[in-house]
């Protein structure tokens, strides 16, 4: 069993950067594909970025590669969502999200555990 709590939304100016962390508990989260998704009010959720278990491969939606970067720290059960040069368009609720497989998705079917989600409001 894994718990994903969210942290770092807030309001901020169009250009501006957040940072969101995911704190995850449960002793095998380091062998877990971890995601960040974000829904807008009504909008279906949607895929931002995922990252494997080791770190080293991720995957981005086209709306923010380059602007967003996914990392983790398994030492600490921690994944981050870097986001830079932020846009009206970036406005959601961000969630974290883990599945138990090395393998990267992006459907949100495929996670099978889920944060309460962090509000993001960039203003223009």
């Known amino acids: 069993q894994v718990q994903l709590v969210e942290s770092g939304g807030g309001l901020v100016q169009a250009g501006g950067s957040l940072r969101l962390s995911c704190a995850a508990s449960?002793?095998?989260?380091?062998?877990?594909?971890t995601g960040w998704f974000r829904q807008a009010p009504g909008k279906e959720r949607e895929f931002v970025a995922v990252?494997?278990?080791?770190?080293?491969?991720?995957f981005y939606a086209d709306s923010v590669k380059a602007r967003f970067t996914i990392s983790r720290d398994n030492a600490k059960n921690m994944v981050y969502l870097q986001m830079n040069s932020l846009k009206p368009e970036d406005t959601a609720v961000y969630y974290c999200?883990?599945?138990?497989?090395?393998?990267?998705?992006?459907?949100?079917?495929?996670?099978?555990?889920w944060g309460q989600g962090t509000q993001v409001t960039v203003s223009s």
């Open positions: 999200a883990a599945r138990n497989s090395e393998f990267l998705r992006t459907s949100r079917q495929a996670y099978d555990y």
């Open positions: 449960g002793r095998t989260f380091s062998r877990y594909a």
């Open positions: 990252i494997n278990w080791s770190g080293g491969s991720t």
